[in-house]
Each structure stands twice: as structure tokens, then as C-alpha cells.
């Protein structure tokens, strides 16, 4: 193969991976009390034997308040380190490094599994807490930045080699960089400079508390999606300030907001009527009904989100993680050639864990994930391929 082989090591700011090969963040469903379970554990050994440089643990929420329903790893519980440590040990143990994915869910959590009011910048409705939302007060967000902090510390202690501060996706610092949702007057409102000062913030006390021999890295959202949200002209101005700032050694670009505008995110098949049964009583037969609404149908193109990516490459220096509707080993060799350091693959590698094995042994292997999205609602009962 020309150019740079995707199965070459890499360096990722202080650590070496393997390869070029991410899994993504997708949030098990097997933590029920928000601790790490031998299934979790089992879930990303399979990636690591089936040959990923890098798996990631999805959504560590800093505290159960910043959880999205109560089901998350929380490292503010005492209890998380040592499940942590076995997880950590089991993936190095094949032979590949382990990231963990820090956030608070701000306007994604449903209060009723977390047993808090969301957060968001501003008051606004939630279609998945049935309610309107609290403006976080300066002094929440100050508290929560120490959290983050906290969290980088469990991480670090547990033997993480990366940890990916969770910035896309609608989740709180998402929602603080939205025009839409952040009306504020404070310091956290108004300029991009102001939205974007909860998540430098917390950028830098993550560094701080893990230190210079771990990855930083964080996942952005280049466009949220939705008319009037962030957008391309601001979010490569955010990159601009992250680099800048120093703290990072990658950024992962994303897009969607699970808040407003899911689908965006993946592309693909809308899974409303699966949704559905996921939900109680009367819920199940809103989502039914609105459901089309909310989760509005893209159509999938492998790597949907190449184009605009390439303008955050063609502004930056920063090493960036190529994301969204990988499948060939043909568009990651031209990611690498075109300037990306890494790709991330969540949905082709729940298809298939060993796919990087069957790559290997054939270039032209495509991944047999059809972006049916069916697993999706599999997020509450084990996250899993439905085909596989
Ligand atoms: C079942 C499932 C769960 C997910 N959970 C998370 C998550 O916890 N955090 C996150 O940032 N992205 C999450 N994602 C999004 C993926 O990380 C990724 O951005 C998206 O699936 C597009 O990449 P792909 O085309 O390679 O699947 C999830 C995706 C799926 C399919």
C-alpha cells in the first residue's frame, strides 16, 4: 500500500498507539449501577483482540447528576477505582491502549434516572426530561470543572492511557457553545469566547489533574445540526482557541445533538418504532407518533463528515480524529493522506470486533454494517450489532 500504512504505529501525544484504528465511544448499557461489570470489561476486550489501537470507554459522567439516566460509570463514586483498574488491565492485556470518555450530560440527562435537575446554560424545554431544564449558576460551573478534574484523577489512577473530554453532542459544554441554547448575559454568554470558556476551563483542569503522560484529547461538534446552533464559522474558531490553549493533543470531530437533532450524528436508518418500546406506558406511544419528528432521517455516505472536517485540517496544526461512517480501509489510507492522524469507528466495529483482523487479511473487506441504527435503542439492554 502507498502512503501511510493505517496498521503502522502512531504517536497520540504522549502515548504510542499500535495503529491508527479508534474504536468509538458507544455507550455500553452494561453498567447498571454505575459501576465497571465483567460484561463491560468483556465488551472492550473483544476490540482489543480484535486489533483497535485504542478502545474507548463511553460516557463517564463526572457525577451522577452529569450522568444521562443514572446508568453510567460516575467517578465521583469512591467505589469506581478498582472496576476501572480490572477494565484498564484486561484491554492492555491484548495489546492495545484504553481512552475513557469524561462528560456531564447537562441538557441530555432525564432527571428522573439521575435524580437531578438538567442543566443547561439557559431554561429551555427537553423533550427528554418532559420539563424545562436549570440555568447552571457560575458557581455550578465552577464545581463542575473541579469534577472533571476529580474524574481525570480517577482515570489516571486506573491506568487510562487517553481520556476524551466530551464536548459534542448536545451534552453541557456542547450546549454552552450553542447561539440557540446559551442565552446568557454572563461571562459563559454572548461572544464565542464566552460560550466557549466552560470548556477551556475544563479542558485545562483535565491536564492538570491527569498530567503530561496521558492523552487529552476532545470530540467537537463541528456543526450541532439544527438551524441557528453552532456551525462551522464558529467551531473552527473554537478548534483555533484549543489549540491555542495547549491542553490537547487531538481533537475528534463530530456532529448532532442528541438533545436536538439525533440522527444527525449517524446517518443512516431512523430506528423510531425500536426506540419506542424502549420507553413506559404512554412515552412509548409518543414516540411513535413524534418520534419521525425528532429523529429525522440523513442519508448515509461513507465518511459523512469528511468535508467538514477538511476545514478544521486545512485551519489547524492540532492532530484531528476522522470520524463518522467509516467502513473501508480505502478511505482511512486517504484520511491518513489527507492529514488525519487517526480514525474513530463505533458502528462497523459493534458489527464486527475482529473487522481489523479480516482487513488485514484482506484490503478490500468492507464492514458489514448496514446503518440500520437498530442498535441505538440496545443502548438500555446491552449495547449490541441486532444482526450479529
Ligand atoms: C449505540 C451507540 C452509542 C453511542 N454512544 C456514544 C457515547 O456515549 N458518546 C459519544 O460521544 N458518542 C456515542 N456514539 C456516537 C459514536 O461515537 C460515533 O460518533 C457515531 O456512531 C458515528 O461513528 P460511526 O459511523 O463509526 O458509528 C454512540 C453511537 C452508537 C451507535
Not at 436549570?134 to 480517577?154: D, F, L, M, R, S
Request: proline letters at 6%; a neutral charge; glycine letters at 10%.
Amino acid at each position: 500500500m502507498v502512503g501511510i500504512d493505517p496498521f503502522a504505529p502512531a504517536r497520540l501525544g504522549p502515548i504510542d498507539l499500535r495503529n491508527r484504528f479508534i474504536k468509538a465511544a458507544t455507550f455500553e448499557g452494561r453498567t447498571p449501577k454505575r459501576v465497571v461489570t465483567p460484561e463491560l470489561i468483556e465488551f472492550h476486550r473483544r476490540f482489543a483482540a480484535g486489533g483497535v489501537g485504542m478502545t474507548t470507554v463511553a460516557y463517564c459522567a463526572v457525577t451522577r447528576a452529569g450522568s444521562t439516566d443514572g446508568h453510567q460509570v460516575v467517578l465521583d463514586n469512591p467505589e469506581v477505582g478498582g472496576g476501572l483498574r480490572d477494565l484498564t488491565d484486561a484491554v492492555h492485556a491484548e495489546g492495545a491502549a484504553i481512552a475513557a470518555q469524561i462528560g456531564h450530560a447537562g441538557p441530555v440527562a432525564n432527571p428522573t434516572g439521575t435524580k437531578s435537575p438538567a442543566l443547561a446554560p439557559s431554561r429551555v424545554f427537553s423533550p427528554l426530561g418532559m420539563r424545562r431544564t436549570h440555568a447552571a449558576t457560575p458557581a455550578a460551573i465552577a464545581t463542575i470543572v473541579e469534577q472533571y478534574a476529580h474524574g481525570a484523577g480517577v482515570l489516571l489512577d486506573a491506568g487510562f492511557d487517553a481520556i476524551e473530554v466530551h464536548i459534542g453532542h448536545g451534552y453541557l459544554l456542547s450546549a454552552f457553545l450553542s447561539p440557540k441554547l446559551n442565552r446568557r448575559t454572563d461571562e459563559f454568554g454572548g461572544s464565542l469566547e464566552n460560550r466557549a470558556r466552560f470548556s477551556l476551563d475544563v479542558v485545562r483542569a483535565v491536564r492538570a489533574a491527569a498530567g503530561r503522560d496521558v492523552a487529552v484529547t476532545a470530540k467537537i461538534n463541528m456543526t450541532d445540526g439544527v438551524r441557528g446552533g453552532f456551525w462551522l464559522d464558529e467551531s473552527v474558531e473554537f478548534a483555533r482557541m484549543l489549540e491555542a490553549d495547549g491542553s490537547l493533543d487531538a481533537l475528534t470531530l463530530t456532529g448532532g445533538s442528541s438533545f436536538e437533532n439525533p440522527m444527525y450524528l449517524f446517518r443512516g436508518e431512523a430506528p423510531v418504532a425500536e426506540m419506542a418500546e424502549m420507553f413506559p406506558g404512554i412515552l412509548k406511544i409518543g414516540v411513535k407518533l413524534v418520534g419521525g419528528r425528532f429523529f429525522k432521517e440523513y442519508p448515509f455516505e461513507e465518511a459523512y463528515f469528511l468535508p467538514y472536517a477538511r476545514q478544521f485540517r486545512a485551519a489547524l496544526d492540532l492532530p484531528l480524529v476522522l470520524l463518522g461512517g467509516i467502513n473501508r480501509l480505502d478511505t482511512v489510507a486517504h484520511a491518513l493522506d489527507e492529514g488525519f492522524a487517526f480514525v474513530q469507528m463505533g458502528r462497523a466495529l459493534l458489527r464486527e470486533p475482529e473487522l481489523l483482523l479480516e482487513m488485514r487479511k484482506d484490503p478490500t473487506r468492507e464492514s458489514l454494517c448496514i446503518h440500520c441504527n437498530k442498535c441505538m435503542p440496545t443502548i438500555y439492554t446491552g449495547t449490541r450489532c441486532v444482526i450479529g
